[in-house]
């Protein structure tokens, strides 16, 4: 586990204020992507206990993805991390998983129970919110090889929005140990990434 990631991490998502304990988010979030991390449970084992991991890969054939959330399942009992899954309430049921973390384009009106979203502007924020998500996922903050030559936030704007979201906001998109520490006084909930959690 990148150590300074974790230390920026465990920063950020201290600086956002006493919260009611079940309201408490993790500073660290791990999404799979098996283009970019082809081991993600590799990478989970080397997480902080209580980080949170979201299985995405939903181009996967259903027994794959099945297969692949089976060994992160695993995994995440073992190192008491949270698992979610991207858009599928009836595998995150299967799997025993903590919630569904909801891509924008998916996002339902109202959530039920455990749930994060992903977000790419403040209309995304907006319905985030009113869907009653626990936290978004805003992105790209910074240059990221996810999605190459896409405009980025950059800090400031994203410090903008996630202080006017009115919900945790994590950074997501080109943030690893190098740029991390540029976070800080942001806002953000916490840090979400992919690359970053590579050996």
Known sequence: MATKLATTARHLNA????VRH???LPPLVLLTDRARLPDPCAAARRLPAGSLVILRDGDLGAGARLHLGRALAA???R???RLLVAGDPALARRLGAAGVHWPERQLPLKVRGFATAAAHGARALVRARRAGVA?????PVLPT???PGAPALGVVRFAGLAR?????VYALGGIDEGTAPRLRGSGAAGIAAIGAFRP
Request: charged fraction near 30%; glycine fraction near 8%; proline fraction near 8%.
């Open 75 to 77: 995994v995440c009992r």
């Open 22 to 24: 079940r309201d408490r």
């Open 79 to 81: 190192r008491r991390l």
């Open 15 to 18: 600086c956002r204020g006493p």
């Open 135 to 139: 936290a978004a996922l805003l992105s």
């Open 145 to 147: 090889a996810s999605h």
């Open 164 to 168: 006017r979201a009115g919900l945790p």
